[in-house]
Nanobody, 115 residues
Framework: VQLVESGGGLVQPGGSLRLSCAASGFTFSRYGMTWYRQGPGKERDLVAAVGLSDSLTYYEDSVKGRFTISRDDVENTVYLRMNSLKPEDTAVYYC?????????WGQGTQVTVSS
């Protein structure tokens, strides 16, 4: 199992980014996918999750209405579209999937929201 995130960077407050997580090594279409983030000095927290279709989603309260999670089962990729970014969204963002008894994580991508 391999998960590779990309798309992070430096953005001004109010800006947008789209994160991608390319998956391989398992049957992507059969598993839910999640995005977590870990800010400086903070614990890693769940941000958003998607089930086997884009109609099954979950968002942490602070990102509702600003972030959108989606999946492409042809490209084996899960996305996190982030709009109206705030400084408090600054974090390393990780994608994760749960297979069997194990959680599999990507290496993370840094998002910094600053003027």
């Amino acid at each position: 199992v391999q998960l590779v995130e990309s798309g992070g960077g430096l953005v001004q407050p109010g800006g947008s980014l789209r994160l991608s997580c390319a998956a391989s090594g398992f049957t992507f279409s059969r598993y839910g996918m999640t995005w977590y983030r870990q800010g400086p000095g903070k614990e890693r927290d769940l941000v958003a999750a998607v089930g086997l279709s884009d109609s099954l989603t979950y968002y942490e309260d602070s990102v509702k209405g600003r972030f959108t999670i989606s999946r492409d089962d042809v490209e084996n990729t899960v996305y996190l579209r982030m709009n109206s970014l705030k400084p408090e969204d600054t974090a390393v963002y990780y994608c994760m999937t749960h297979l069997g008894d194990s959680d599999y994580w990507g290496q993370g991508t840094q998002v910094t929201v600053s003027s």
